[in-house]
């Protein structure tokens, strides 16, 4: 019998939903949690011994998967930890600690397919690691800044002596008032600069302008490549794409052999088997790599594209090469 696929995303994402229907399909047995489902509706019974490695299972109510049989992990955003109430708030940051270090811990232990593995994860979501990363791979990387020091910016954007970009150093998602918002990129010129006022309360990331004929989201899945080019309808998605979805249009497009080598150089590098990378393409048709999320949407593309990337995650999940 084939060994069960383990999916670890939270419960209401669907493009996970796609994978599993696509593993389903082919009759792999696919296990699916969510860690917020810990530990009400998720129980955990994990043993070691000097003769084997991690054995025991976990289980809901409806379902059980053995770990020693476990023959890949496809781990996405799930959920945080659900206690039960009437714990007090350092009884439940305690019980949340534990159950991070205990069903992380044994989940993490498991020897096999991982897409992708969390601790390569947590390494590859600082984008300082991905600049320096992309730039020994071959990669072309725009000239960046972070800090928290307004002289540095304000020298930083003469040293460029045309438009600086702003943006987040990590999620550029919060909420606020019950709010979800993101903060986009934001285009500066040195009329911007005159009041920098905030720069010195948290790190900033500043970079330079790159001048664009477009942008290209690449999905990278195991050794294979999916590119979509995003084609800008409005200023504002020209600034940023992700400000204006309903401007956009998407083509597929090839890959340039230098780019392909420097992403699967920078893909080994940073242990992941599966990224969305993002990058400008200039007018002369220069690529710069912006940054590649190892957790990054992918459905979406699919659907404006028909690139089959929910196939080729399963074909990973598998160990299938096409």
Not at 47 to 76: F, H, K, M
Not at 265 to 279: H, I, P
């Amino acid at each position: 019998m084939a060994a069960p696929v383990l999916i670890i995303a939270a419960a209401d994402d669907w493009p996970t939903d796609r994978v599993v229907v696509e593993l389903e399909r082919r009759g792999v047995e696919v296990f699916r949690m969510d860690t917020a489902d810990f530990p009400q509706r998720l129980a955990l019974a994990g043993r070691i011994d000097q003769g084997s490695a991690w054995t025991g299972e976990l289980s809901t109510g409806y379902r059980t998967v053995e770990l020693s049989r476990v023959g890949a992990v496809y781990y996405r955003a799930p959920g945080a930890f659900r206690f039960p109430e009437g714990m007090s708030g350092p009884e439940e940051r305690f019980a949340a600690a534990q159950a991070r270090a205990g069903l992380g811990g044994v989940l993490s232990a498991l020897d096999c397919r991982w897409v992708n593995h969390p601790t390569a994860m947590a390494r590859a979501e600082f984008k300082p690691v991905q600049l320096t990363a992309a730039r020994a791979c071959g990669l072309r990387v725009p000239p960046t800044l972070i800090t928290n020091r307004p002289q540095d910016v304000v020298a930083f954007a003469t040293e460029m002596g045309g438009p600086i970009v702003c943006k987040p150093v990590a999620s550029p998602v919060l909420i606020e008032d019950g709010q979800l918002k993101s903060v986009y990129t934001q285009r500066l010129t040195l009329s911007d600069l005159e009041d920098l006022r905030g720069i010195d309360t948290t790190a900033h990331l500043f970079q330079a302008w790159v001048s664009k004929e477009h942008e290209v989201r690449l999905t990278v899945v195991g050794e294979r490549m999916f590119a979509a080019a995003i084609h800008a309808g409005s200023e504002a998605a020209h600034e940023d794409w992700r400000s204006d979805y309903g401007a956009l249009t998407y083509t597929t497009t090839a890959v340039p052999e230098d780019v392909a080598g420097g992403m699967r150089r920078l893909m080994e590098r940073l242990n992941l088997r599966y990224g969305a990378a993002d990058f400008i393409v200039s007018p002369d048709g220069t690529w710069t790599f912006l940054e590649v999320n190892p957790c990054g949407q992918w459905d979406w593309i699919q659907g404006a594209t028909g690139l089959p990337i929910a196939e080729a995650i399963a074909d990973e999940l598998q160990g299938v090469t096409r």
